[in-house]
C-alpha cells in the first residue's frame, strides 16, 4: 500500500491544469440553519428525579441478576433492556446472565424454552455477544423435504425473530441464508394485516433488521412500541424515559458547542464550496458512541469528521491539481510553517486541523495518552496521500482496474480514519496494541470500509460522474469486466452482504480487539446503511438523515 501510494504522489509535470479547473458540485446548503445554535443549558435534575432515576437502575439491575425458573425469561429481560437503550449501564450483569443461558444452551437437558420466538432470541443475543453458537438449532424447525415448516407461517413474532436471528449468519450458514429467504417473504404478506405494535415492528425490520441499526434509533423506536405492548416492566419503562431524556440534552449541549466551533470557521465564507454537514456528522458520530462516557472522543472526532469532509472536498470539488500537490506535501509535514505556501482557502483549513489535534493532544498528555493523538495524525496524513492518488487518477482520466482502485478506496472512504480517530479519547481497555492492530488493515475495519465503500459507489456514482469526479467502484467494475451497470451493482452487493459476515465472524470470542473497539467499527457499518441505502443522504441531505436527526436531537420523549 504504502509503495503505491508514494509512486502516485510523485508530481506530474507532462499536463498543465489551469487554476481555474475546478470540479465545482454546487452541495446543496445545510437543512438546520441556526436550529442547533440556540443556548442549551445544564441539565440538572431535582433530587428526587435523581433519587428516583437511581432507584430505577437498581431495580432493573436486580431483575437482571435475580434467579429465575426459566432461563427464558432472562433472555427477554435482557432483550427489553437492549432494546430500550439501557444495556451500557449493565454490561457486566448481562455478560454474566448470558454466560449461564449459553452453558445452558450447550447442555441441552438443561435448556427450556423450544419454540421458535425462545430460540431465535437466544440464538441472535449469544451471537451478537460472541458466543459461538451454532446454526443447526433452527434444524428442528425444517420439515422431511428441508423446507422451514409451513405451521411457522403462522407464528409472526417466531418468524420475525428468525429473521432478526438470520441476520447474525457467518460464511457457509446456509440454513440462516433460507431463513432470511422464507421470514422475509412471509413478514412481507403480513406486514399490513397484524396490529400495532407488532405491525410496526415488522416494518422496522424489513426495512432495518437489528443487526444493521444504530442503538440510539431502536430505542427511540422501541419505547413507545414496549409501551404499546401494555406487559411491560414499569420500572424498566419509566428508567428508559428517563435515560433517553438525560442522553438527549447531553447530545444536545455537545452539538450546540460543535456548531459554534463551525460558525466560528464561517464556512459560507471560507469554504462556499463544500458540503455544510456539521449536524450529519456529529450525528455520523453519535451513531459510533452515544454513551455519556464517551463524550470527549465524540467531540474531537466529531470535529475531525468535519474537518475531513471538507478535506474530501477540497480534493474533490475544488483543489486544482498543482494545488493539491502542495497541499498533500503540507499536510505530510504538519507544521505552521507550511501554512505560507498554500492557498488562503487550504491555510484556515490547515491551521484550524493542527488546532484541533494539539488541543487534543494537551487533553490526553495529561493521562500519558499523547502518543494516540500522534497516531491519529499520521492517520490523517494518510488520508490526504490517498485523496491525492484518486485526484491524480481524475487529472489523467484513469480508470483504475478494481485491483487498484479497491486499495486506495477503502482507505479514501474515511472508515479507518474514523476507526483510529474514534479510539482516542477512549477508555483503558484501548491500547498501544489495539491502535497498532487497527493500522494493520483487520478484517473488521476492512469489512466496514467495504460497506461504506461500496455503498456510496452505487448511489452517488451517477451524480459524481456528471460533474467530473474519480471513477467509482461502479465504473471500474463495468469497464474491466465489460458488464451492464446492474451487473456491477449486483456484485458489489454481493461484497457487501459478505462484508457483514466478516463483522458478523469478527465478534465472536476471543477477539482480535476489545470488544469496545469492536462496536465502534460496527456501529460506523450501520451509520452508512442507514444514510446510503438508496440514497446519499448526507451529500444529498436526504430523508433518512433529517428524520433521524430529529428523531434524537429534536423531538422529546414524554416521561
Known amino acids: 500500500m504504502s509503495s503505491q501510494i508514494s509512486s502516485n504522489l510523485v508530481p506530474s509535470h507532462d499536463v498543465n491544469t489551469s487554476k481555474e479547473n475546478r470540479h465545482l458540485a454546487k452541495f446543496r446548503p445545510s437543512f438546520w440553519g441556526d436550529i442547533f445554535l440556540s443556548s442549551t443549558s445544564e441539565m440538572e435534575m431535582d433530587a428526587g428525579t435523581q433519587q428516583e432515576y437511581e432507584e430505577l437502575k437498581q431495580e432493573v439491575r436486580r431483575m437482571l441478576v435475580a434467579n429465575m425458573d426459566k432461563s427464558s425469561q432472562k433472555l427477554h429481560i435482557i432483550d427489553a433492556v437492549q432494546h430500550l437503550g439501557v444495556a451500557y449501564h449493565f454490561e457486566k450483569e448481562i455478560e454474566e446472565a448470558l454466560q449461564i443461558i449459553y452453558h445452558h444452551h450447550c ?18 443475543l449469544l451471537r451478537e455477544h460472541g458466543f459461538d453458537v451454532h446454526c443447526g438449532t433452527f434444524n428442528k424447525f425444517k420439515d422431511e423435504n428441508g423446507n422451514f415448516k409451513e405451521s411457522l407461517i403462522g407464528d409472526v413474532k417466531g418468524m420475525l425473530e428468525l429473521y432478526e436471528a438470520a441476520h447474525f449468519q ?4 446456509n440454513i440462516l441464508e433460507e431463513a432470511l429467504s422464507f421470514t ?45 405492548y401494555g406487559t411491560q416492566d414499569e420500572n424498566l419503562m419509566k428508567f428508559a424515559k428517563l435515560d433517553f431524556k438525560i442522553l438527549q440534552h447531553l447530545h444536545k449541549m455537545e452539538i450546540n458547542k460543535i456548531n459554534r466551533w463551525w460558525k466560528g470557521l464561517d464556512v459560507a465564507t471560507n469554504f462556499p464550496f463544500i458540503r455544510d454537514r456539521c449536524v450529519e456528522c456529529y450525528f455520523w458520530m453519535l451513531g459510533v458512541y452515544f454513551e455519556p462516557h464517551y463524550a470527549i472522543a465524540r467531540t474531537f472526532v466529531a470535529k475531525v469528521t468535519c474537518l475531513v469532509s471538507i478535506l474530501d472536498d477540497i ?32 491555510k484556515l483549513w490547515y491551521s484550524e486541523t493542527l488546532n484541533v489535534y494539539k488541543d487534543m493532544e494537551d487533553l490526553m498528555s495529561k493521562e500519558g495518552k499523547s502518543y494516540r493523538v500522534q497516531l491519529a495524525i499520521e492517520a490523517m496524513k494518510r488520508q490526504s496521500q490517498v485523496y491525492f492518488v484518486e485526484a491524480k487518477w481524475l487529472h489523467e482520466n484513469y ?8 486499495p486506495i478506496a477503502l482507505v479514501s472512504c474515511g472508515y479507518r480514519f474514523i476507526t483510529i480517530s474514534s479510539f482516542v479519547g477512549m477508555e483503558e481497555s484501548i491500547t498501544k496494541e489495539t491502535f497498532n492492530w487497527a493500522f494493520n488493515d483487520p478484517k473488521i475495519i476492512r469489512a466496514s470500509s467495504i460497506i461504506c465503500r461500496l455503498m456510496s459507489d452505487i448511489v ?21 469486466y465489460g458488464v451492464s451497470m446492474q451487473k456491477a451493482y449486483d456484485e458489489l452487493y454481493k461484497q457487501i452482504n459478505n462484508a457483514w459476515k466478516d463483522i458478523n465472524e469478527e465478534f465472536l470470542k476471543p477477539t482480535a480487539a476489545p470488544t469496545s473497539a469492536l462496536n465502534r467499527i460496527l456501529n460506523l ?12 443522504a448526507y451529500t444529498e441531505v436526504g430523508e433518512s438523515a433529517k428524520t433521524s436527526i430529529t428523531a434524537l436531537l429534536i423531538d422529546t420523549i414524554p416521561i
Request: aromatic fraction near 10%; glycine fraction near 4%.
Open 170 to 173: 457467518l460464511h457457509g450458514e
Open 399 to 406: 480508470i483504475p482496474t478494481m485491483e487498484e482502485y479497491m
Open 315 to 346: 480534493y474533490d470539488a475544488y483543489g486544482t491539481y498543482e494545488e493539491l500537490e502542495i497541499f498533500t506535501k503540507a499536510i505530510q509535514r504538519w507544521d505552521t510553517d507550511c501554512i505560507d505556501q498554500l492557498p488562503d482557502y487550504m
Open 525 to 536: 457499518a450501520r451509520v452508512i446503511d442507514l444514510l446510503y441505502t438508496g440514497e446519499d
Open 107 to 124: 447442555n441441552p437437558i438443561e435448556i427450556d424454552g423450544d419454540d421458535l420466538y425462545t430460540t431465535a432470541v437466544r440464538f441472535r
Open 460 to 480: 452517488g456514482h451517477k451524480v459524481e460522474q456528471e460533474r467530473g469526479h474519480v471513477s467509482s467502484a461502479v465504473e471500474c467494475y463495468m469497464k474491466q
Open 184 to 228: 422475509t417473504f412471509h413478514l412481507k404478506l403480513v406486514e399490513t394485516t397484524v396490529d400495532y405494535p407488532l405491525s410496526t415492528q415488522i416494518a422496522n425490520a424489513l426495512k432495518r433488521p437489528l443487526r444493521k441499526s444504530l442503538p440510539r434509533l431502536i430505542a427511540r423506536s422501541y419505547i413507545s412500541i414496549y409501551e404499546a
